[in-house]
């Protein structure tokens, strides 16, 4: 039996796949779209309080704001590298079109800053854990890497085989080592010979003060929340990489992705420097 926070693949209204909004997750903050188009065909939005960052998950689009126009390149899927990336901010109107899948990803804000777009080519790609704890992070919409008022939000490839999200960690107060964050994890599987469809593995547990427990299989288009506590491991089945959006957003004054690990697993972090990076990564792109 899922949980209250678990969302199936494609149970919102179309074009949508998936229309997590704060009101229907829960919370105050934090916010994802994900839209089908097809050839020709276009959305429009209004911003309002929320500012977004927009990416292309297979296909490419145009996105139109004001006088400003921005190119989507194309992206054949979600493990051929990192995407284009177009921000726009609150109190705009804008148009989304062209073909394929794109994650509108969302946060409340109180400022308004100009609209902009991030070219794949200039998105860091980090490799972090070693092992079987090694998986690839883009970095489009991080705190430190790409200014925005409220939004954090980044792209997760973990091997088939591979745990990420390890060791659990949480993001739920506010004090010197932690901010509080939703999050949002937006879930593909790569598929494996004859198309067969893959799935892995996502855990959320809490603490006696807020008690919090999820264990969901998830496939390609599931949605997991985190409204707090300890989230991890996201585990991708040997065979099929897994892909992970997080969207995260929070009341508090600073945008920082501060953690703590949950203790009794911590130590885990240490071994990783007397082990190699998974020699599959990082994942090359296959081109469109």
């Known amino acids: 039996m899922h949980s209250k926070y678990y969302i199936p693949a494609r149970s919102?209204?179309?074009p949508y796949t998936v229309d997590v909004t704060p009101e229907s997750a829960g919370w105050t903050e934090a916010s994802l779209k994900v839209v089908e188009l097809e050839s020709l065909q276009e959305l429009s939005l209004d911003t309002g309080d929320t500012e977004v960052m927009i990416l292309p998950l297979s296909g490419s689009g145009t996105i139109e704001s004001g006088n400003e126009a921005f190119e989507l390149s194309p992206?054949?899927?979600v493990f051929d590298g990192p995407a284009d990336m177009v921000y726009i901010g609150t109190d705009n109107t804008y148009t989304l079109s062209g073909e394929g899948r794109f994650a509108i990803c969302g946060a409340r804000a109180k400022r308004q800053l100009p609209n902009?777009?991030?070219a794949a080519a200039d998105v860091p790609v980090e490799l972090r854990g070693t092992g079987n704890c090694s998986r690839q992070v883009h970095n489009f919409g991080t705190a430190g890497v790409f200014e925005a008022d409220s939004l954090i939000a980044c792209e997760v490839i973990t091997p088939g085989g591979n745990w990420s999200s390890y060791p659990a960690h949480k993001h739920d107060e506010?004090?010197?080592v932690e901010s509080a964050l939703e999050e949002i994890y937006y879930f593909?599987?790569?598929s494996g010979p004859s198309l067969s469809r893959g799935f892995g593995y996502h855990r959320v547990y809490g603490t006696p003060e807020r008690p919090i427990e999820v264990l969901e299989e998830v496939r390609s288009g599931d949605?997991?929340?985190v409204p707090h506590g300890y989230h991890g491991p996201s585990v991708a089945a040997p065979g099929y990489h897994m892909y992970y959006l997080n969207v995260m957003a929070g009341p508090g004054q600073e945008?920082?992705?501060k953690i703590v690990d949950d203790p009794e697993h911590a130590w885990l972090r240490g071994t990783w420097d007397r082990q190699d990076v998974d020699p599959r990564l990082p994942l090359r792109?296959?081109?469109v």
């Open 12 to 14: 919102a209204t179309p």
């Open 75 to 77: 992206r054949a899927s």
């Open 116 to 118: 902009r777009r991030v």
């Open 174 to 176: 506010n004090t010197p």
């Open 188 to 190: 593909e599987i790569d």
């Open 223 to 225: 949605v997991v929340l």
């Open 255 to 257: 945008r920082a992705w």
């Open 285 to 287: 792109s296959r081109g």
